[in-house]
């Protein structure tokens, strides 16, 4: 540098001061007021409901999408035959007033109570049903769900294409509000199926407006387009960013519904909507990361709201793979996992143990025990099968799809029968649509799964595991429990009797065990005081009617 | 100004066959702060050679009964949630990322510094369609492309760090191209062609030391880059396997808790910066020491 | 000039066909398609989805049927979010992602060129060092790193500013263009600290000092251009690694852009959505250098002339 | 009354290597319309002083140590930097040597010239404009309107020096500083330039202090010279003192220097080792600009054992010829013939068994040297790669090539940047010579030295050729030097061959108005009229 250096620094002390001045006063500007005035405080006071919801919904088309989130908005715009108590889970009228069950249990008489109203003023009529089943149906659609229709007489057939007359599908219009539904076997829980969303009827007009009504381009569904029978109408939506819902003048129950607008956020990263919650951006989270729940239960309890869930996490085992085709090694593998050290430590006494594959108290019905963690018996069972003390076991993978808890499980796992069975696995993870095609192919050894009952049943879980099950992939295969699921079951009105079948099929395999039931989910949230009416159940399940906020809170 | 010789004391009659690097070493000693630098990172990659003999648990060891508790006696650095030492996670963490540090800038720089001589020295079509090939790859899908490579070749530590490496080549190619074109101009080079060198010969002994300023630069900017690609990778389940881990990983994990297990976070991290700064040391001082003008003042 | 433009754009095309042609097999080739989900698809289904996407026709003639619909500007239906066309989301998500880029790079720029250019003043000396180590944090600092940790101290313990969202409330961009900011002013730190130390050694600063030009209109005015030279060059790609890269800020503040939807669609195997973006990002890409060059020639007189002429 | 008293100034760099004397208590003054020059070599501290003097020289680690310069009544060395910015440009201002790092390459010529003038005279932008426009056409810029907006690059390199000077001269100083102004310029501009400093300077009556390295470009401008050595002057005294009877014998050096005789033309016209026919070669034109005819069907022959002087202008074309007889360009078309044997379209392959029989020597020595390898290195390579020698050998033969041309043994391990211009010029030759080539192209060794430097090297470029008896095409655009050494001279201009001769010939009836422009031209012929010089240079 020169002499002048000096200078330099002179004036550049000068611009040294300017420029982080001006990059603050930009900086202060963008803050504006600040966020002290939060979204919770606001929503409060104007009753709209700010929720994260997960992922963004693929769409909010009843008859295309699945998924928990799309369940959600869903289920505030539009309304089935049937709603659910969320106290309860006690079917409730929705579109229908009321309904009469034939003797046989086979028939169903829905009677649509009259002021019941789509959001452009028209009534929802019982051919509104009809016409929304048959879309629903038709092939050409490729709706994921329409199996939640097969119960209804051929609808199986009208779906696989079979039959390609929909009339004779047990689904008759027998007056305008008057809606008959026929089926194959009495399913004492048909009515649940009648409160999913895969059954909602849609609004004909509309959906033709826009294309044909198998046509999955179709623009009918979106904001300004889409003409609702719910509580609430879709006013305003943007991908990954958010999506508002405003209370629905036609309802015909408006004046029980307590929100004026519910807004869903897409949270797919779940530390920042624990930061959302903490910065009162929401009121209430789809998850909480394990991490954060002994902090929330030693200091605001308050806020956590936990509950069983209908739903188990558990392994698939590849029973056409050596060496896992004996089952002597299937049990041991099962046997030697600890799963209450599992639920204490790394998954924070979150999740029940669980050691079959229905989760317990479905509707009073209580999963067989027919095994307990015994490292004793692991070892033996292993050591019979040829293994003693996991010599030459071959060693093989723990597939789970990139996540951190399951890799948290797995490798857990991995250490349990590293230590007493001498085996040694390796946890793979795969990128999820990875995962599922090694999965679907077989190509794997151990596999994490988890399921989510569709509704309240045994058979929900069960009739996943029937011979070449669309969801078994396990290659278990056995005629009895087929027997069981597909037809005993059924045909059974009384509960207890129905039960009592579903617990033989349940033995029947875990005494094959070609899954490793882990641990039974609960769901989990944090949930600001303000917010009532969302009470805990195992269905995870909110009906917005009941929602309200509480701005004293 | 005055021709700065400085009195070079050396034994009249024999001097011993020097090279551009030997002479970088000599003066490499003589700056301090790459000194320390160097001494840190052998010091780092001893410890990470050795880990298998001195960590003081095993990598998969762990307790869950002992989950994530606070640096102790017995665990300097404390446990993750699976209670294992923290010490020891970060030792095996640093193999794969210093492999992966090293395998992939080494791969970049090998073809990036090579591919990018080679387009400026031969310059006109030859360059221009050399260049193209690189925008292409440029603009491809990186992530489909690491997914598919994983899937079809399987998870393969090597291959990781190979994909990584031939990514980050093409800025390299870029850079070293630029040195290399206007360098070919200098008369230096026409004098070594009337000498009669092949060009192969002009490139490696008279372009690319020339060149390696800018390159070594970009280095130590790569060698952080990779480690932190590979971190995100495997955080996307595309990268190595649990329960081994790296310090991207761990700092990836950490960050998740960093308000429930703070050290988590700190220590990964720490270690990760200090490496880094270090290597950044070492590489501006070998750039100094490369270039026989700098190292004088 | 506009020849130049016109052949680089020429040049352009081939590299951009290329790009698509191998993503287009390249996502193809992935395991997992766009439908598989962890229910069941029954067979029935699945077909019918696939003739609702053309999935059932050959690949070649997809390729040619996207290539040409491609030419008309229509980048094909999303895959994964239904009655959403590609063009559609992406000039939903990219305005947003443009924006935050943007800030961030002027945030990069103006931090990184001033630091970078007090730094070559004083060469090896604390306000050389100062800022140099700190640019170096910037550079080994992820921004999966960085953002959780500005969120935890500005937005929950000071409480200064929103942890999360794009435009929904005041100063939510502040902490997502700095996330995505730091590391660009790092490196350009470097960049015009160099920079600046080339030209500051040039003679026709001695010959501006000799006018009797203060020391601060020799740097600011005749320093200044030379030095920041390789800055304007760098920015051009930066832009484009920015809008590109910006992904895991887009998800650590749940900010909408394009980046999130690029990811999200990798993931979904929204081939079309895959390929739209893709696309997008490498014309970006070229665009960018483009611009960048003739930046650089434009504030180099003698390219500058040679362009004129 | 002198305009400027420079009283026992010191300037003193201290370095890491210790205290270097730059400046060792120097007094001299400069009179109003008169012209100091101050004579030296490179490193001999005579910019340094000048320079200190407007505290534009770097400190730490420059120091003043002592004197008084006395300027406007005040002594310069005590203001402070704000009012030394006062002086700078307004009261004294410099002309630096090399016009073409001079300017700012990033402003336009009008910025630069109205820069002063504003910041001085608080000019308005129009007035400044104006009076700008005036003075570039005072130094000879023509239609200066439009030149305010051209880029520096737009000019050629003595239009540059007159932009400049008339930079220099805007603010309308008492004294002007000119640096070297001329070293790097073509012999007919050098003058030119001279010329019009010297009206200038009358016109205006301004106190001049010329710095130089040659003693024959002062002759015609001085009227008091001051030779300096290592900080000190040798010898002050007005001009024909100087040049007539110099006192101090580094006076008589630098005189000695002048290349003034001519060489005994070794006249025997052989069978020609070198001989072109109509050789043409073209370079494509960058961006759509019309290819350039550098070399415009030449022919040519070098005879064995002659040193054939080129001359020419900067882009006559000379150094392409030489480029294109050494196969770095590929010649258009024509033919070129190296014994005999033709060589115009050998590929490289092909040309590297004749590589070692012929070599070039560049002009910059510093751009021809690869920064990034040892003397040693340097020299060992081409040793190696023709298997000149064995392995054992080579230190042997690399001291020997030392030796040859004159390094000293010890410096075999330094690097290019640590040797001075002359020495490294002499690396390059031995770079040459350690092939034992027949024929070397030798373009422009000695332009970018000091004169006293540049008689070494012509004299060890005649040891060699002496030695190794080699052939030489000697390029060069000062015709002094070629007729020192050459034995036949041809003139080039515009790519074409204007003029062929022995020297003699050509220097005393050049048939070309050119050539005679280029005698015209040659610094200080009233010096090497006016004195006798030794015939031989005692180095």
Not at chain 3, 191 to 204: A, I, K, P, T
């Amino acid at each position: 540098m020169t002499p002048t250096s000096m200078q330099v620094f002179f004036k550049m002390k000068l611009s040294r001061a300017l420029i982080p001045a001006l990059l603050l006063s930009l900086f202060l500007v963008s803050c504006g007021g600040g966020s002290n005035e939060s979204r919770v405080i606001t929503g409060n006071q104007q009753g709209v409901l700010h929720l994260g919801n997960g992922t963004e919904p693929q769409g909010i088309d009843p008859h295309i999408v699945t998924g928990v989130p799309e369940h959600h908005i869903i289920g505030a715009l539009f309304e089935g035959l049937v709603t659910k108590n969320p106290y309860t889970l006690e079917p409730e009228p929705g579109v229908a007033e009321s309904w009469e069950i034939s003797e046989d249990g086979r028939v169903y008489t829905f009677q649509l109570r009259d002021n019941a109203r789509w959001s452009n003023g028209d009534p929802v009529v019982a051919e509104d049903f009809r016409w929304s089943w048959e879309r629903a149906l038709t092939p050409e659609l490729g709706s994921l769900y329409n199996y939640m229709f097969f119960p209804i007489l051929n609808a199986e057939g009208f779906a696989t294409g079979a039959i390609d007359d929909f009339s004779e599908v047990g689904v008759k219009v027998l007056g305008e509000r008057t809606l008959e539904v026929t089926l194959r076997e009495p399913t004492p829980f048909l009515l649940q199926l009648f409160d999913h969303y895969s059954t909602y009827p849609v609004h004909p007009p509309t959906v033709l407006a826009f294309g044909s009504p198998s046509d999955r381009f179709s623009q009918w569904s979106r904001e300004g387009n889409i003409v609702t029978n719910g509580a609430f109408t879709l006013t305003e939506w943007q991908v990954n960013s958010h999506i508002r819902v405003e209370k629905s003048p036609y309802y015909w129950d408006a004046d029980e519904v307590k929100l004026n607008a519910i807004v869903f956020y897409p949270t797919e990263n779940i530390v920042t909507e624990e930061r959302m919650f903490r910065d009162e951006q929401i009121h209430f989270t789809n998850e909480v990361a394990l991490d954060k729940v002994p902090v929330y239960r030693s200091e605001q309890p308050e806020l956590l709201q936990i509950a069983p869930y209908l739903g188990t996490y558990y392994y698939l085992i590849n029973t056409t793979r050596e060496p896992f085709d004996d089952v002597r090694v299937r049990k041991a593998l099962s046997m030697a996992i600890d799963r209450d050290l599992l639920v204490e430590t790394i998954l924070e006494n979150l999740y029940l143990p669980s050691y079959a594959l229905v989760p317990p108290g479905t509707l009073g019905y209580e999963p067989p025990e027919t095994f307990t963690y015994d490292p004793e018996q692991a070892r033996q069972l292993l050591a019979e099968a040829g293994y003693p003390g996991g010599e030459n076991f071959p060693s093989f993978d723990i597939l789970y799809n990139t996540q951190e808890n399951h890799q948290k499980i797995a490798v857990a796992i991995q250490q349990m029968w590293m230590e007493t069975l001498g085996v040694s696995a390796t946890p793979m993870n795969q990128e999820w649509k990875v995962y599922l095609d090694s999965t679907d192919n077989f190509n794997y050894s151990i596999s994490r799964r988890g399921w989510i009952g569709d509704y309240v049943d045994p058979n929900t879980f069960l009739d996943m595991m029937i011979t070449d099950g669309g969801n078994n992939k396990t290659g278990f295969s056995d005629s009895r429990y087929d027997q069981l699921i597909l037809r005993d079951a059924p045909a059974t009105l009384d509960q207890q009797e129905r039960f009592k079948l579903y617990q033989e099929a349940e033995t029947i395999l875990m005494n094959a065990m070609p899954i490793i039931p882990i641990y039974t989910y609960q769901s989990k949230h944090l949930k600001h005081p303000s917010l009532k009416g969302m009470p805990p159940n195992i269905m995870d399940y909110y009906n917005w009617k009941y929602v309200y906020l509480d701005a004293s809170q | 100004m005055t021709s700065r010789i400085t009195s070079q004391v050396l034994d009249q009659d024999i001097p011993k066959g020097t090279s551009l690097w030997e002479d970088a070493l000599v003066r490499l000693r003589k700056n301090r702060l790459s000194m320390i630098g160097l001494g840190f990172l052998v010091f780092i990659m001893i410890v990470c050679l050795l880990t298998p003999w001195i960590a003081p648990y095993g990598y998969e060891e762990q307790n869950l009964r002992l989950g994530a508790i606070p640096p102790s006696m017995q665990h300097w650095l404390g446990t993750d949630t699976f209670g294992r030492d923290m010490l020891t996670r970060i030792m095996y963490g640093g193999r794969v990322s210093l492999l992966v540090g090293f395998i992939a800038t080494s791969v970049a720089l090998l073809i990036g510094v090579t591919y990018g001589a080679i387009a400026g020295y031969a310059g006109g079509k030859t360059d221009a369609f050399m260049m193209r090939l690189v925008d292409i790859l440029y603009a491809l899908p990186f992530m489909i492309f690491i997914i598919l490579l994983m899937v079809v070749f399987g998870r393969n530590l090597l291959l990781l760090f190979l994909a990584i490496g031939a990514v980050e080549w093409l800025v390299m190619a870029r850079i070293v191209r630029g040195q290399i074109q206007s360098l070919r101009q200098q008369e230096y080079v026409e004098a070594a062609i009337s000498l009669g060198l092949s060009p192969a010969t002009i490139i490696m002994k008279h372009l690319i030391p020339n060149a390696l300023g800018p390159v070594i630069v970009y280095t130590t900017l790569t060698i952080p880059n990779v480690m932190l690609l590979e971190a995100f990778l495997s955080f996307l389940g595309l990268g190595i396997q649990p329960p081994e881990s790296s310090w991207g990983l761990l700092i990836s994990y950490g960050v998740e808790t960093m308000e429930e297990y703070p050290w988590l976070l700190i220590f990964p991290g720490l270690t990760l910066t200090t490496t880094l700064f270090a290597l950044n040391f070492l590489g501006d001082g070998l750039r100094d020491a490369l270039d026989p003008k700098a190292s004088r003042d | 000039m506009w020849r130049f433009i016109g052949l680089r754009s020429l040049q352009a095309i081939p590299v951009i066909l290329a790009v698509i042609t191998v993503t287009f097999f390249l996502v193809r080739a992935a395991p997992g398609g766009p439908f598989s989900s962890e229910k069941a698809v029954s067979p029935q289904v699945q077909a019918a989805l696939e003739a609702q996407y053309r999935l059932d026709q050959p690949a070649l003639q997809q390729y040619i049927s996207y290539l040409t619909d491609l030419v008309q500007g229509n980048m094909g239906p999303s895959f994964y979010y239904p009655g959403r066309s590609v063009d559609e989301l992406i000039f939903q998500g990219l305005p947003i992602t443009a924006e935050l880029g943007l800030y961030a790079l002027l945030i990069a720029v103006i931090i990184g060129s001033f630091a970078g250019v007090i730094a070559a003043l004083k060469p090896n000396t604390m306000q050389d060092y100062v800022p140099m180590s700190i640019a170096m944090v910037g550079i080994c600092m992820p921004s999966f790193l960085l953002g959780p940790v500005l969120v935890l101290v500005f937005g929950i313990m000071l409480d200064w500013l929103p942890v999360s969202g794009w435009g929904n409330s005041y100063g939510d961009k502040v902490l997502p263009s700095i996330t995505l900011g730091a590391m660009y002013a790092a490196y350009i730190a470097r960049l015009s600290r160099s920079g600046m130390l080339e030209v500051m050694s040039q003679d026709y600063l001695r010959t501006a000092r000799a006018k009797g030009l203060p020391e601060y209109v020799v740097i600011l005015k005749h320093a200044l251009r030379g030095g920041l030279l390789p800055v304007i060059s760098y920015l051009g790609p930066a832009f484009a690694a920015l809008l590109s890269g910006s992904f895991v800020v887009e998800t650590i503040f749940q900010i909408p852009g394009l980046g999130r939807f690029y990811v999200q669609a990798a993931f979904n195997r929204d081939y079309t959505m895959i390929l739209g973006t893709t696309v997008f990002l490498s014309t970006l890409i070229v665009v960018f250098n483009l611009l960048s060059d003739i930046a650089a020639a434009w504030v180099n007189p003698r390219l500058r002339y040679q362009f004129k002429k | 009354m002198s305009l400027l008293q420079v009283q026992d100034l010191s300037v003193y760099f201290h370095t890491r290597n210790g205290v270097v004397k730059a400046v060792d208590g120097i007094s001299f003054n400069v009179e109003a319309g008169k012209t100091f020059a101050i004579i030296g070599e490179s490193g001999s501290g005579k910019s340094v002083a000048c320079y200190s003097m407007l505290g534009l020289i770097p400190m730490p680690p420059g120091k003043i140590e002592s004197g008084k310069v006395m300027f406007q009544g005040q002594d310069l060395l005590k203001l402070s930097e704000k009012e030394l910015r006062k002086v700078r440009g307004k009261g004294i201002s410099i002309i630096f040597q090399d016009p073409m790092t001079t300017l700012n390459p990033f402003l336009k010529i009008g910025d630069q010239l109205m820069e002063p003038l504003r910041l001085h005279f608080g000019l308005s932008k129009k007035e400044a404009w104006q009076k700008s426009i005036d003075i570039l056409e005072e130094v000879g810029i023509k239609n200066a309107a439009q030149r305010m907006n051209a880029w520096p690059f737009e000019f050629s390199g003595g239009m540059r020096q007159r932009v400049v000077i008339a930079m220099a001269l805007v603010t309308e100083p008492e004294i002007i500083i000119a640096d070297e102004p001329t070293t790097a310029l073509d012999v007919t501009v050098q003058a030119q330039i001279l010329r019009l400093l010297k009206e200038l300077q009358v016109r205006r009556n301004i106190g001049v202090i010329f710095i130089s390295h040659d003693l024959s470009v002062v002759a015609d401008i001085a009227d008091e010279i001051g030779v300096m050595q290592y900080g000190k002057f040798m010898e002050v005294g007005d001009r024909d003192t100087v040049f007539n009877n110099p006192q101090d014998d580094y006076t008589r050096r630098l005189l000695a220097a002048v290349p003034g005789t001519q060489k005994e033309a070794t006249g025997e016209s052989n069978a020609p080792m070198v001989s072109i026919n109509e050789l043409v070669v073209e370079f494509p034109g960058g961006k759509n600009q019309d290819t350039v005819v550098a070399v415009n069907s030449v022919s040519l022959d070098i005879n064995r054992h002659e040193i054939l002087g080129l001359v020419g202008e900067s882009g006559s074309g000379k150094s392409t010829l030489g480029r294109a007889i050494t196969r770095l360009v590929n010649p258009t078309s024509g033919k070129i013939y190296f014994n005999d044997e033709e060589i115009s379209h050998y590929s490289l392959a092909r040309m590297k068994p004749l590589r070692r029989h012929m070599q070039i020597i560049f002009q910059d020595p510093y751009a021809s040297l690869n920064p990034r390898m040892t003397v040693y290195d340097t020299l060992a390579e081409p040793l190696l790669l023709h298997r000149i020698c064995m392995r054992n050998e080579l230190e042997g033969e690399v001291f020997a090539l030392m030796d040859s041309v004159g390094l000293s043994r010890e410096s075999v391990l330094r690097y290019p940047h640590e040797f001075s211009g002359g020495q490294r010029q002499r690396i390059a030759i031995g770079r040459a010579i350690a092939t034992k080539p027949e024929f070397i192209v030798a373009d422009e060794p000695v332009s970018a030295l000091d004169v006293t430097i540049q008689a070494q090297i012509l004299d060890l470029l005649l040891e060699l050729v002496e030695r190794f008896d080699l052939t030489m095409l000697f390029i060069s655009h000062d015709l002094g030097v070629v007729r020192y050494l050459s034995d036949r001279i041809v003139v080039m201009k515009e790519g074409v061959l204007v003029e062929t001769g022995s020297v003699s010939e050509v220097f005393e009836t050049p048939t070309q108005d050119y050539t005679r422009a280029l005698l015209d031209a040659i610094p200080g012929k009233s010096l090497l009229e006016g004195l006798a010089v030794p015939s031989k240079s005692p180095l």
